[in-house]
């Protein structure tokens, strides 16, 4: 499956954006998805993962209650809402797609989009 991401941009500090990843396949429905994001300077990081069935997520602690990930598989898209935006949260986001394994672990994703890049000002 291929992957790719948009709707990065320029907001600031409590504004909020909404990130899509729009893949290609007819077997997106049966991947589980994920979002990454890249500071600089900083290793890749877990931000948020959705069951193939959308009926489970799952949110690293820092994006809890901020970010919400959903998907639409007739679209073949998976979504990521990022509300009350830190400067903390500036990175390049990707999205990702795995068949098995531990959601947080970028190891376990067979298929990465090139990225989009978020820049929260203060």
């Known amino acids: 499956v291929q992957l790719q991401a948009s709707g990065g941009g320029l907001v600031q500090a409590g504004g909020s954006l909404r990130l899509s990843c729009a893949a290609s396949?007819?077997?997106?429905?049966?991947?589980?998805m994920g979002w990454f994001r890249q500071a600089p300077g900083k290793e890749r990081e877990f931000v948020a993962a959705?069951?193939?069935?959308?009926?489970?997520?799952y949110y690293a602690d820092s994006v809890k209650g901020r970010f919400t990930i959903s998907r639409d598989n007739a679209k073949n898209a998976v979504y990521l809402q990022m509300n009350s935006l830190k400067p903390e949260d500036t990175a390049v986001y990707y999205c990702?797609?795995?068949?098995?394994?531990?959601?947080?672990?970028?190891?376990?994703?067979?298929?990465w989009g090139q990225g989009t890049q978020v820049t929260v000002s203060s």
């Open positions: 959705i069951r193939w069935s959308g009926d489970s997520t």
């Open positions: 396949g007819r077997t997106f429905s049966s991947y589980n």
């Open positions: 990702a797609a795995l068949t098995g394994g531990t959601y947080y672990y970028e190891g376990s994703y067979d298929f």
